[in-house]
């Protein structure tokens, strides 16, 4: 026997005298023949908080980590050990290669499971005497079948990796060494995660609203280039109603599943006006009035701050959206970026200089003025500079609070020595250090390069001396365009098609792709319409290449919430063109 | 309802390959639940195969930003282990990490050599060097195990003449390959080796 000597000792909890710990009250789980003990002492919220620290975090109530090992015998590290990392915040599990790692819901855990890959029914729909079509037929039942979980079956399994069957499940379900209590309590959170047939705000048996939230100082032309493109995309969608519907009621049980599951798209636009501060307001009013399943798209002309915190909060998902101002974070969880935009630029910045060869000369000085975008990319390069294990010392931040040309200019230039500067301004202000650069006339020797973000530079209107040439290198987030003509084409096709003019390439090629990913997503709920699991769906999709021309290519990743992973550094040439060369393409060579 | 997780499968147009991976076994048909514990698995949870691999020659680069010779660093006399990972995989990198930083541990409180261990990024693209030295640290890995990241055309290369690529990153499969030295053949273990299988494999290895 391969593995008996490696099961711990089993503590029979349930058994023992550990009533103690435990009120005698038992839950009943709606719609399941099990109750459950509750932890006693506490109340039904703290029960829930702790139970959920551990499924979500790993985190004991005192704040230490949940002890447990692999089948192999080795320890679970600490960043390891949630179990939502491998059955997901939903709950609903995942595939990873050929490994399922199972749902652990209530709606999965309390009742048999007879089959794999099959639909069934929920339990209201199914059992004696229904007449649904949901099974499979039963010698395609799996040896990864077992009945319902109990109380003492499903600690066991937590606790020993051995199933309500007796199988041994897989090395890479972990151990736990929980305590009576602590199993109390995560058992109590799995009791009432993804609710069985209780789907999220936002849906009902026909259809899922999404909501696109739209800045109203954003021009006319963007929010209807946006818009167009989403409703297009939707419209496709929805002409699949009558079909489904027919199919979904007719056809053999597994096109039941598919086609059962199906919901038409309904958009709402929820427009925010007046001050940043009043968004938050306007949005909990809208999703009083009519909730939304998530967010989809949508534009600001600034930030998206307010946005993402309102859905941080109500746990709501926005996938997508349009802002140069991302939030950037790397736990929060609900808003599903492009790119971290000025942050990225910053970041890229800090590899190429990192790894290009030799220290730079003199110091780095990065220039930026707080609560600008700037201070995003000021942010990325020091950020990933110092992970580079880059001395500190040798990276000088000035702080912009004064106009750019009241700088003392001969005194960063000159004292200073600087070896790259890193120009992270925009607007008037990068106007104003243009105009002092061009009558410092910088010597050839004295300046390092300069960094600019590219949109930035553009977005002035200036052109460089052929001086300023020489020195400048453009930073950018995203593709230059014309970078991938074959895909802009084929999204000019398509809006022709739709009636749409190409009128603003990059929101349209990301609102298609939106309309890209959008179904995938959707078919892999599979009817579970919980808005964790919408999330999740998005993590599965692993790296797009053809289906946007703003970037080569998107990588989808569990946990990750930004799927632009690369950047741009161009040296112009010299000459009145636009011609550059791409000093980094995309990914710094490591 | 049940969730059936298996189910995301068919979406992703791999319903093939399940039956293929033997997930779906339609021709082991359970007759009914038992609730004593099963019979013990005969199943030793990975399989033993001997292979040669023709190395490419790139340059990777480690956990400290250095340059790295693949073949090099694979043919001096020092037995190898080698894994592939990416810093994002939730469920099957962190039980191959852990084994290697498990029996590193045990090996260096041991007589045998202690073999140099090899961790290859998949998503070289996120897995800078940077985030693969945080990574290390999480497994409190020791000296002389070199995490590699580098150009997604030369990660392909060596996925691929370890035959261990698998397109898509979330599709890959665990795999351990040990080697006693740059003379013998590759060790391939698939599956999920226990601690102590890995422990003996190496030493059947090392000491014949």
């Given at each position: 026997?391969?593995?008996?000597?490696?099961?711990?000792?089993?503590?029979?909890?349930?058994?023992?005298?550990?009533?103690?710990?435990?009120?005698?009250?038992?839950?009943?789980?709606?719609?399941?023949?099990?109750?459950?003990?509750?932890?006693?002492?506490?109340?039904?919220?703290?029960?829930?908080?702790?139970?959920?620290?551990?499924?979500?975090?790993?985190?004991?109530?005192?704040?230490?980590?949940?002890?447990?090992?692999?089948?192999?015998?080795?320890?679970?590290?600490?960043?390891?050990?949630?179990?939502?990392?491998?059955?997901?915040?939903?709950?609903?599990?995942?595939?990873?290669?050929?490994?399922?790692?199972?749902?652990v819901n209530a709606a999965s855990l309390f009742s048999p499971r007879r089959t794999t890959g099959a639909w069934r029914a929920s339990v209201k729909d199914d059992g004696p005497g229904s007449r649904s079509r949901w099974h499979l037929p039963v010698k395609f039942d799996s040896q990864a079948a077992r009945p319902a979980y109990t109380q003492e079956t499903l600690a066991r399994m937590i606790r020993t990796g051995v199933d309500a069957s007796g199988r041994h499940t897989s090395m890479a379900m972990p151990r736990y060494d929980l305590s009576d209590e602590h199993m109390a309590m995560l058992m109590q959170y799995l009791a009432q995660l993804s609710p069985d047939q209780e789907f999220s705000p936002g849906v009902n048996k026909q259809s899922i609203r999404f909501g696109v939230v739209v800045d109203s100082r954003v021009s006319q032309r963007k929010k209807e280039a946006m818009l167009k493109v989403l409703k297009s995309v939707t419209k496709a969608h929805?002409?699949?109603?009558?079909?489904?519907?027919?199919?979904?009621?007719?056809?053999?049980?597994?096109?039941?599943?598919?086609?059962?599951?199906?919901?038409?798209?309904?958009?709402?636009?929820?427009?925010?006006?007046?001050?940043?501060?009043?968004?938050?307001?306007?949005?909990?009013?809208?999703?009083?009035?009519?909730?939304?399943?998530?967010?989809?798209?949508?534009?600001?002309?600034?930030?998206?701050?307010?946005?993402?915190?309102?859905?941080?909060?109500?746990?709501?998902?926005?996938?997508?959206?349009?802002?140069?101002?991302?939030?950037?974070?790397?736990?929060?969880?609900?808003?599903?970026?492009?790119?971290?935009?000025?942050?990225?630029?910053?970041?890229?910045?800090?590899?190429?200089?990192?790894?290009?060869?030799?220290?730079?000369?003199?110091?780095?000085?990065?220039?930026?003025?707080?609560?600008?975008?700037?201070?995003?990319?000021?942010?990325?390069?020091?950020?990933?500079?110092?992970?580079?294990?880059?001395?500190?010392?040798?990276?000088?931040?000035?702080?912009?609070?004064?106009?750019?040309?009241?700088?003392?200019?001969?005194?960063?230039?000159?004292?200073?020595?600087?070896?790259?500067?890193?120009?992270?301004?925009?607007?008037?202000?990068?106007?104003?250090?243009?105009?002092?650069?061009?009558?410092?006339?910088?010597?050839?020797?004295?300046?390092?390069?300069?960094?600019?973000?590219?949109?930035a530079l553009k977005a002035t209107g200036k052109t460089l001396s052929q001086k300023m040439r020489r020195k400048v290198m453009l930073v950018s987030s995203h593709s230059p365009q014309g970078e991938f003509v074959p895909r802009e084409q084929a999204l000019k096709r398509w809006l022709k098609v739709q009636g749409i003019d190409y009128s603003e390439p990059e929101i349209q090629a990301k609102m298609y792709f939106i309309g890209w990913i959008l179904p995938g997503a959707l078919k892999h709920m599979r009817g579970e319409y919980y808005r964790d699991y919408f999330m999740e769906s998005f993590e599965m999709m692993g790296d797009q290449y053809h289906s946007i021309a703003s970037y080569p290519r998107l990588s989808f990743s569990p946990g990750q919430r930004y799927l632009a992973k690369g950047g741009y550094i161009l040296r112009l040439l010299p000459g009145r063109s636009s011609g550059y060369r791409k000093v980094v393409d995309w990914q710094v060579e490591p | 309802m049940t969730r059936k997780p298996a189910a995301l499968l068919w979406i992703f147009s791999m319903g093939l390959q399940m039956a293929s991976t033997g997930i779906l076994r339609a021709e082991q048909v359970a007759t009914g639940y038992s609730e004593s514990p099963a019979p013990a698995a005969e199943n030793p949870g990975y399989q033993r195969q001997l292979q040669y691999h023709e190395l490419p020659e790139v340059t990777l680069v480690d956990q400290f930003g250095q340059q790295v010779d693949l073949r090099q660093i694979l043919s001096d006399e020092r037995p190898v282990m080698v894994n592939f990972i990416f810093t994002s995989c939730p469920t099957i990198c962190p039980i191959l990490t852990s084994s290697f930083a498990r029996v590193q541990k045990q090996l260096s409180a041991s007589d045998l050599q202690v073999p140099r261990m090899i961790s290859i990024s998949i998503d070289p693209g996120f897995d800078t060097p940077d985030i693969l030295l945080d990574y290390s640290r999480r497994y409190k890995a020791g000296s002389d195990w070199y995490f590699l990241t580098g150009r997604p055309e030369a990660i392909l290369k060596v996925q691929q003449a370890f035959d261990a690529y698998r397109g898509e990153k979330m599709n890959h499969v665990p795999v351990v390959f040990i080697r006693g030295s740059a003379r013998t053949p590759w060790v391939r273990l698939t599956g999920y080796p226990t601690v102590a299988e890995l422990l003996s494999e190496y030493q059947d290895l090392v000491s014949p």
């Open positions: 026997m391969w593995w008996s000597n490696k099961i711990p000792e089993l503590s029979l909890p349930w058994r023992s005298g550990f009533l103690g710990l435990l009120s005698c009250l038992l839950l009943p789980v709606a719609g399941y023949s099990v109750a459950l003990e509750k932890a006693g002492g506490y109340t039904d919220q703290q029960i829930l908080a702790y139970g959920k620290a551990i499924y979500r975090k790993g985190l004991l109530p005192d704040g230490t980590a949940v002890k447990a090992s692999f089948g192999t015998g080795a320890p679970v590290p600490e960043q390891a050990v949630a179990c939502a990392n491998c059955h997901k915040r939903s709950g609903l599990g995942a595939v990873e290669g050929n490994l399922i790692v199972w749902p929805n002409t699949q109603t009558r079909p489904h519907i027919r199919r979904a009621a007719k056809g053999p049980f597994y096109k039941t599943e598919a086609y059962g599951a199906y919901r038409q798209i309904e958009l709402v636009v929820w427009e925010l006006t007046g001050e940043e501060e009043s968004w938050r307001a306007q949005l909990e009013d809208y999703q009083e009035e009519s909730p939304v399943f998530a967010l989809l798209g949508g534009i600001s002309a600034t930030t998206w701050q307010p946005i993402h915190e309102f859905c941080e909060e109500h746990e709501i998902p926005a996938i997508l959206p349009l802002t140069r101002e991302p939030v950037i974070s790397d736990s929060d969880w609900y808003t599903l970026y492009f790119s971290k935009e000025h942050y990225q630029e910053g970041d890229v910045t800090a590899q190429y200089l990192a790894r290009s060869g030799q220290p730079p000369a003199g110091a780095i000085v990065q220039l930026y003025r707080p609560g600008t975008p700037g201070e995003n990319s000021a942010r990325g390069f020091s950020n990933r500079w110092s992970a580079m294990g880059r001395e500190q010392g040798k990276l000088e931040n000035v702080v912009l609070d004064v106009p750019v040309s009241t700088l003392p200019w001969e005194k960063i230039l000159g004292d200073m020595a600087p070896g790259p500067l890193l120009v992270w301004l925009e607007g008037e202000d990068l106007r104003q250090f243009l105009t002092v650069m061009q009558s410092l006339h910088p010597g050839e020797e004295g300046l390092g390069d300069i960094y600019l973000s590219a949109d | -």
